[in-house]
């Protein structure tokens, strides 16, 4: 799928390039054309956003129940693990803002909009998205979090009033104990066929690309200035999740440990270089379950941290999401106040956390924080960042796996006394790996949660037998 996506990029690339030359410099000729080659992209595009509320409201109940069951049966170690998660997605979250206001790589260049409007709309002077004042601002988003109406919600695309009733539904779900459990079934079982939807949809996604691009670069009257933008995007991307996974993840290591963070981090490279060829969290945890055993993380922490944090400590796609939607707002003039920032900062956390760990699927919640900010005219725009994509989510990737990995040796050094004789370092033997991968393959997305609940004794049997 990699292969074919980069070819469909190239494809895309090129083929709009002729398009832009060969095509009459203006007239319903060229319009026309350019319709008819955008179309399967956009029909790709609208089966993405077609399965935005149930992946974001299924993900989220799920991950609400599991997080409740861990939290409820592991005391401190749970509060300190979901400390860290919020701290470190924060901290990615801001770095990512500042970073997109500092280099602005969407000042340089500019997009015609994609969705349809009026000539008046077009013509019209750069837009500020608040018309009040920050109060109003954020009081009208508050509405839109609390909805009167969930039906209404959905079909007015009102991802933040979903987002809080899946909350409460997991929430409620999870104290419901066994009278919830086939619930709980179901709802499993719906992430999973999902998922499947959503990965049948990517493999559409090398045609899908090649047209959104090749009409985008058809559309575009200055490319060149766009693909100034779009390398500064890339750099702010890369340069953010480096000064995170390099400088503030060992930062906290070492604030907390005071031992070597880069002596841990080679020690994890296995993992580091898995998720960055597999672009997958899930993919990549039996592997960094394995390294982190072998760095002297115990048991009972790695096979209660690392499931949790594949699940919903995505540093690098928070920092990505947030860094993107300025980014889009850059292109087209939209300045975002302060109010504006806020809610993109709570939004790209809750899409980090909602986000399967599957890849690209930050594209996919990228809705969300668009919706959020008021950018939804702008979804289309996604198709530029569709060019560099496959790159940026396996660096993000990497980044969360390291955060991940970070995390489960802070949260051991912090709770060692606790946690008795597996508390001691523990060395993971090949026969452990094969355990993890089997119960990795068998649920998906949901595995993480059925590694740290309700597997978690069988496997240590398991493993103290072997």
């Known amino acids: ?11 895309g690339v090129i083929f709009g390039a002729v398009l832009s030359v060969a095509l009459p410099a203006d007239g319903d000729t060229r319009d026309d054309i350019i319709k008819v080659v955008a179309f399967p992209g956009k029909a790709f595009l609208n089966m993405l956003k077609m399965m935005v509320l149930p992946l974001i409201g299924g993900s989220m109940i799920a991950g609400i129940v599991s997080l409740n069951e861990a ?22 979250v801001v770095l990512g803002l500042v970073l997109v206001n500092v280099i602005q790589p969407g000042v340089v260049g500019a997009l015609p909009r994609v969705s349809s409007s009026s000539a008046s709309d077009q013509d019209a002077e750069p837009r500020e998205t608040p ?37 409460m539904f997991g929430a409620a779900l999870a104290q419901a104990g066994e009278e919830g459990r ?16 959503v990965l049948a949809i990517l493999w559409i996604a090398p045609v899908g690309i090649a047209c959104l691009i090749a009409g985008q670069i058809a559309a575009t009257p200055n490319f060149a200035r766009v693909l100034t933008s779009l390398l500064l995007y890339v750099f702010a991307v890369i340069l953010g999740c480096t000064i995170h996974g390099f ?55 790695t096979r209660f941290v690392l499931p949790l944090g594949a699940t919903v400590n995505m540093n690098g796609t928070a920092l990505y ?65 569709f060019t560099v994509d496959w790159l940026l989510d396996r660096v993000r990737t990497s980044v969360n796996v390291l955060s991940d990995a970070y995390g489960a040796a802070i949260v051991h050094h912090i709770c060692a006394d606790g946690l008795g004789d597996s508390g001691r370092e523990h060395s993971a ?19 993480p ?18």
């Open 71 to 92: 939290g409820a049966d592991s005391g401190r170690l749970a509060k300190v693990t979901f400390m860290y998660f919020f701290c470190t997605t924060v901290i990615a």
């Open 131 to 167: 018309d009040h004042g920050v109060l109003d601002t954020l009081l009208g988003v508050l509405l839109k979090v609390f909805p009167p109406n969930i039906v209404e919600a959905c079909v007015d695309m009102n991802i933040l009033g979903v987002l809080t009733f899946s909350i």
């Open 321 to 385: 999401e947030a860094l993107t939607v300025l980014f889009i707002a850059q292109l087209h003039g939209v300045q975002l106040d302060l109010a504006s920032m806020i809610i993109v900062a709570c939004t790209s956390t809750l899409a980090a956390v909602g986000a399967a760990a599957i890849p690209s699927a930050g594209l996919v919640t990228m809705v969300m924080v668009l919706q959020a900010a008021g950018l939804n005219e702008y979804v289309g725009d996604l198709t530029v960042i």
């Open 429 to 447: 033997g090949p026969g452990d790996l094969e355990l993890i991968q089997a119960r990795s393959m068998e649920g998906g997305r949901s595995s």
């Open 247 to 301: 400088m503030i993840l060992p930062a906290i290591y070492w604030g907390v440990t005071r031992k070597n963070p880069y002596t841990f981090a080679r020690g994890v490279s296995q993992a580091l270089a898995t998720a960055f060829g597999t672009d997958s969290s899930s993919a990549t945890l039996p592997v960094t379950i394995l390294v982190c055993e072998k760095m002297g993380v115990s048991k009972a922490v």
């Open 1 to 11: 799928l990699l292969v074919l996506t980069i070819a469909g990029v190239v494809a």
């Open 449 to 466: 949660a059925g590694v740290c609940s309700n597997g978690s004794n069988e496997e240590r049997s398991l493993i103290a037998q072997r």
């Open 182 to 197: 086939p619930v709980v079934v179901g709802i499993t079982a719906f992430n999973a066929v999902i998922m499947r939807m």
